[in-house]
């Protein structure tokens, strides 16, 4: 069932906002899609803090944004761009792609884990992935990618636009908040 929400405002329209429990019926299934949404979100929630502090996984501490390590023109100027649109990437490679970049991870991984936003992180998560994926051009026989049409960063991708339309951020999040505050019901986009 979708949850009418009817603002106060006269001048406001009233939007009907699917509920995750409406689009998702079983509790397991809604559960699922929770556990789901926080480790993706956990994802790019880690990225920022690795690239940021430089914790030494993907990212050593000497490399560290707060070190003055430069996270996304690392990545475009590394051997891992290839193909076609390696000029593109390496030229976009400037300081404020890596902020870009950056409160990108960021707001993306924040959004996704509280749930809240969702459609906008679909978009900007989904872009940041697609992006990512074509950089490294996995079409080249001689790359170690296992499956050039599908990878993780498609995957992930994936997993966004389905938390997005599933209005996954009800269960174990703030999703249900978020879409009773005024401003979110007038522009149903933030949803």
């Not at 995750?20 to 899609?33: F, H, K, N, Q």
């Amino acid at each position: 069932m979708s949850t009418t929400i009817r603002s106060s405002s006269p001048t406001a329209h009233a939007h009907t906002l699917a509920t995750e429990e409406s689009l998702v019926t079983p509790a397991a299934g809604r559960r699922s899609l929770a556990v789901l949404r926080l480790a993706t979100g956990f994802i790019f929630l880690w990225a920022f803090i690795d690239k940021t502090f430089g914790l030494g996984f993907s990212t050593p501490a000497e490399r560290a944004w707060i070190n003055g390590g430069t996270p996304a023109q690392g990545f475009l100027n590394s051997e891992s761009v290839t193909g076609p649109l390696q000029p593109f990437f390496t030229a976009i490679a400037t300081p404020a792609v890596d902020v870009l970049f950056m409160l990108g991870m960021l707001a993306v991984g924040l959004a996704v884990m509280l749930g809240v936003g969702l459609r906008i992180s679909a978009v900007a998560g989904s872009l940041i992935m697609v992006f990512m994926y074509l950089a490294e051009w996995p079409f080249a026989a001689n790359l170690a990618s296992t499956n050039p049409l599908v990878d993780y960063h498609i995957i992930y991708a994936l997993v966004l636009i389905t938390l997005a339309f599933l209005s996954a951020g009800d269960t174990w999040g703030l999703g249900r908040t978020w879409k009773s505050i005024d401003f979110v019901r007038a522009n149903s986009w933030l949803v």
